[in-house]
């Protein structure tokens, strides 16, 4: 299941999520959301937050909120197109033929009822009025004309009795013929659905409609509700599908009014400014641009693997920027190269789905943003994914203006031998078939031939559980497939190089992809460099010069020991050199690529290390050092952590998460500085195989008495994390019995058992580690996780992505998650009592993790148990990366504020 469909899910739930600026919120009927089904929401929340940024679900939201619904409009008068049918129109007009085709087939295997299939097929024509109306004209104005509901034929032809060979030559015969097929825009019918009998139990169905009444999305709304009705009419049942909210035609009225005056002036505005002298892309070419565009086409395909799909959307996690993000800004240093220019503009569509009552409808919603090239002056590949960043959001901010009028705004003259305003075009898209089992009819996509082309390149990227899919549909008139199958290995290669080393200029990325001179076809030289590995084009980093850096002053390693492990953080912080000297958390490290650090120093010198030892040596010599020691092992780990010694003010003591780790609070205690000493406990059982104490009052009590010891008579301040309220709250009354002065409790986002706790289920569990450990998951992953083998699948996937060394992976997390399952079994059981102690919470701006609303509760329930009202304060981020870079310097400023009782402090009514 991809990202739309689990929206479509939750949409079928009653359930609704958009986006409140960069927050993602949601709601939901209580007791609709199952546990699974919201950790699958968190787990695939990056890429939720770009799907919906990519429905325009920021203004969507707002008209939620602000604005009227579309309203259902009169059929009394003729309705107009919308600003994108009117452009396919004219298109039409001009030039007649199958470039706009939309069509997908299927390949059904089973015993087919074909009644219920008609009846399925007629019941989705009498839905959606799009598939119900043609497009006549008077005096050349066009104008949707809706015709009554009256079935939709299925045509039919039978291939059974043809010897299997001559059966797929003919099948195929028929889906290239029927993708070719033009429509007639004033007469119709603009949709048309084939089944080809392949055998008694096997058939094809295609599925073809004129762009004007459909697209991509279109196509999943279409397939799902084939999915719905066909199981349901074949059992005898009627119609399991709601009442559609409005149709295309009263969306095309609203929108002429929508985009006009002020609004579309302010739209037009931006893009005069943005968009402002670009010239067009000159592509270098295999052959002489002809002199009109003939569209004639070809596909090519290929996968770039899980791991480096990994990579890409991890990178795209630390610039705060999304995966698509990432990929524009290869894709625009691919351009350049070809080009060698580094300004023009690149087309990204838009599912142009923003309001929640156009989602289910079939129509040709989508639009096209013409975004400029941010190559120029770029200092590193990190700073253009910033730069792509800012202007991509920007454009998407004005995703409702039409292409076509941009067209007439910015490209006065047209030049018949190419696209206008943008010649190159990237999209990452979700595959539209859902995974379907149509009360036994298994169903697949079958492929189709391209033989058209809008664009001069387009490049359309899937993300799925193998990796990422990436076709390119190219010019037959300007490029030979195998110049087309080189800029795919030089998009990968550029993927992988940028996303190891994002700091580096982009000059030196991909140095063995040497390209032709622009707009003057040339052969490549071989370059000695390159090797073939299973078709791959890949480069030999080692022989390649090495770029040229800026000298500062460094100890570089002065021994294999510290090379290994300066060539581990190099690798790990993308920062090169590293000197014997340098402090990993001062050179970018965090708490999560301080748990994979770890796990490659034992993978590559066979020496486990605690998070103990590492917070207490964090520079290359004094890590190498505590490697040499000859006593080995890591030792005991000592539960209670000192991450900052220095400072006079009170003492800050931090409570583990459900994760049961120290490390958690690290980024925290760089952010806050020197001015107080800052230590935080460790689980019981995470850095060793002690049993993890798994009720909330002992494990208070135990940590109570480490700090009666450590701090006897000083105040402290006690912070804790999610679970860790819990404790710190028990660990107040304790304290205050044994006369240690407590000066707060400040809460991260913590909750009392009943105000969200998801119970201690192994799924649970395992999706918390994976969370915590920043493991990308797609949902048939969490299939894996459930059941016996869940462990090892886990296990499986941190190996995979370099979280944990191969050796002993398993044995690793099944200790991290028997700490997870107590923890979550001691918070279930527990029953938490007033406190005398000051409690202040500190609530993440993102809520998609399951807490409750704010309106309902603002303090999560604390207020009951404290003797003052709660003060709450609001941090970036969500749940979990509220503690992260970037957002974690601005939960420093708060906790600074509230121990030292600066600022104003908003509290609870």
């Not at 013929?177 to 169905?205: C, M, N, T, W, Y």
């Not at 067009?280 to 290929?302: C, I, K, Q, V």
């Not at 941010?374 to 998407?396: D, K, N, Q, Y």
């Not at 990308?776 to 299939?783: I, S, V």
Request: proline share 8%.
């Amino acid at each position: 299941m991809n990202d739309a469909e689990l929206l479509d899910h939750v949409h079928a739930l009653g359930g609704k999520l958009w986006l409140d600026g960069d927050a993602v919120r949601y709601s939901a009927p209580r007791g609709s959301l199952l546990p699974e089904l919201m950790q699958a929401l968190r787990t695939r929340k990056d890429g939720i937050r770009d799907l919906l940024r990519a429905r325009g679900s920021a203004r969507a939201a707002a008209t939620v909120r602000d604005v009227q619904a579309i309203p259902r409009a009169p059929r009394g008068r003729r309705i107009p197109l919308s600003f994108a049918q009117h452009q396919l129109w004219f298109i039409d007009q001009l030039e007649p033929g199958p470039l706009y085709n939309v069509v997908i087939a299927l390949r059904l295997k089973g015993r087919l009822d074909v009644a219920a299939l008609e009846r399925a097929c007629d019941t989705i024509a009498a839905r959606h009025e799009s598939l119900r109306t043609t497009f006549p004209h008077e005096r050349r104005v066009p104008y949707q004309h809706i015709h009554e509901a009256a079935g939709l034929p299925i045509a039919q032809v039978d291939l059974s009795a043809l010897p299997e060979d001559a059966r797929e030559r003919e099948a195929e015969r028929l889906l290239a013929e029927e993708s070719a097929r033009p429509f007639d825009l004033a007469k119709g019918p603009l949709v048309r659905v084939l089944r080809i009998q392949l055998g008694e139990d096997e058939h094809a169905l295609v599925l073809g409609m004129h762009h004007i009444i459909s697209d991509g999305w279109s196509l999943g709304v279409l397939v799902r509700e084939l999915g719905a009705l066909y199981p349901a009419f074949a059992r005898g049942a009627s119609s399991p599908l709601p009442e559609l909210p409005i149709q295309f035609a009263d969306y095309a009225i609203w929108q002429r009014a929508y985009m006009a005056g002020a609004r579309l002036e302010e739209h037009l505005a931006y893009f005069r400014e943005a968009l402002r002298d670009v010239p067009p892309l000159e592509l270098a070419t295999d052959f002489p641009r002809p002199a009109a565009m003939r569209h004639r086409g070809g596909e090519l395909r290929s996968t770039i693997d899980r791991a480096l799909a990994d990579a890409s959307n991890g990178l795209a996690r630390r610039e705060g920027a999304t995966l698509f993000m990432v990929l524009l800004s290869v894709f625009q240093v691919l351009l350049g190269r070809r080009s060698g220019q580094d300004d023009f503009a690149v087309g990204v569509p838009v599912a142009g789905r923003g309001r929640t009552e156009i989602e289910p409808l079939i129509g040709d919603f989508v639009n096209l943003m013409p975004i400029r090239s941010a190559l120029r002056g770029a200092p590193s590949f990190r700073g253009l994914v910033a730069r792509v960043r800012e202007a991509t959001l920007e454009a998407f901010q004005r995703q409702d203006v039409p292409f076509a009028r941009l067209v007439e705004e910015l490209v006065p003259t047209r030049d018949p031998s190419r696209p206008p305003l943008v010649q190159a075009v990237l999209v990452l898209q979700n595959d539209p078939l859902p995974s379907l089992d149509m009360d036994g009819l298994s169903v697949r996509r079958m492929a189709l031939p391209r033989k058209t082309a809008k664009f001069d390149l387009l490049f359309a990227v899937t993300e799925t559980a193998e990796g990422l899919d990436v076709g390119v549909e190219y010019s037959q008139d300007l490029f030979a497939p195998e110049t087309v199958q080189r800029l795919l290995e030089h998009f990968r290669a550029l993927l992988a190089d940028a996303t190891s080393r994002p700091d580096e200029p982009l000059g030196v990325l991909a140095p063995a992809f040497a390209l032709p001179e622009p707009s003057r076809p040339a052969p490549e030289e071989h370059d000695p460099r390159r090797t073939r590995d299973g078709g791959e084009l890949q480069a030999e980093r080692g022989r390649a010069a090495p770029p040229r850096r800026e000298l500062r002053a460094t100890l570089l390693p002065r021994d294999p020991l510290e090379l290994t492990l300066a060539e581990i953080w190099e690798d790990l912080l993308g920062v090169r050199p590293i000197g014997v000297h340098d402090d990993f958390f001062a050179r970018g490290g965090h708490s999560l690529s301080a748990m994979t650090m770890l796990a490659r120093i034992e993978q590559r010198i066979g020496r486990s290390l605690s998070s103990a030892e590492l917070v207490r040596h964090t520079t290359i010599e004094a890590l190498a050092g505590a490697l040499r020691e000859e006593a080995g092992g890591a030792g005991a780990p000592s539960a209670l952590v000192t991450l900052e010694a220095r400072g006079k003010e009170p003492a800050l003591y931090c409570v583990h998460a459900v994760g049961g780790s120290a490390l958690s609070y690290l980024p925290l205690a760089r952010a806050l500085g020197a001015e107080r000493p800052i230590h935080a406990f460790n689980a019981r059982g995470r850095d060793d195989d002690g049993e993890p104490i798994d009720d909330v009052d002992t494990m208070a009590e135990h940590y109570a008495s480490l700090l009666a010891a450590h701090a006897p008579d000083a105040p402290v301040w006690l912070l804790a994390w999610s679970f860790g309220g819990v404790v710190a709250v028990a660990m107040a009354r304790k304290l205050e019995a044994a006369k240690v002065p407590v000066a707060g409790v400040i809460l991260l986002d913590s909750r009392l058992p009943g105000h969200g706790d998801e119970g201690p289920g192994d799924l649970a569990c395992r999706v918390l580690f994976a969370r915590e450990h920043a493991l990308a998951l797609t949902l048939e992953d969490m299939a894996s996780l459930e059941g016996p083998g869940g462990d090892e699948a886990l296990a499986a996937r941190a190996r995979a992505q370099g979280v944990l060394p191969a050796k002993g992976a398993h044995a690793q997390v099944t200790r991290a998650l028997r700490v997870y399952a107590a923890n979550l079994r001691a918070f279930a059981a527990h029953r938490a009592k007033p406190t005398a102690a000051t409690i202040a919470l500190v609530r993440p701006e993102e809520l998609g993790d399951g807490g409750p609303p704010l309106a309902a509760d603002p303090t999560g329930g604390w207020n009951a148990l404290a003797r003052a009202p709660v003060a709450v304060r609001v941090a970036p981020g969500d749940h979990f990366s509220m503690l992260r870079p970037p957002h974690v310097a601005r939960l420093a400023a708060i906790v600074r504020e509230l121990v030292t009782g600066a600022g104003e402090i908003r509290r609870a009514p």
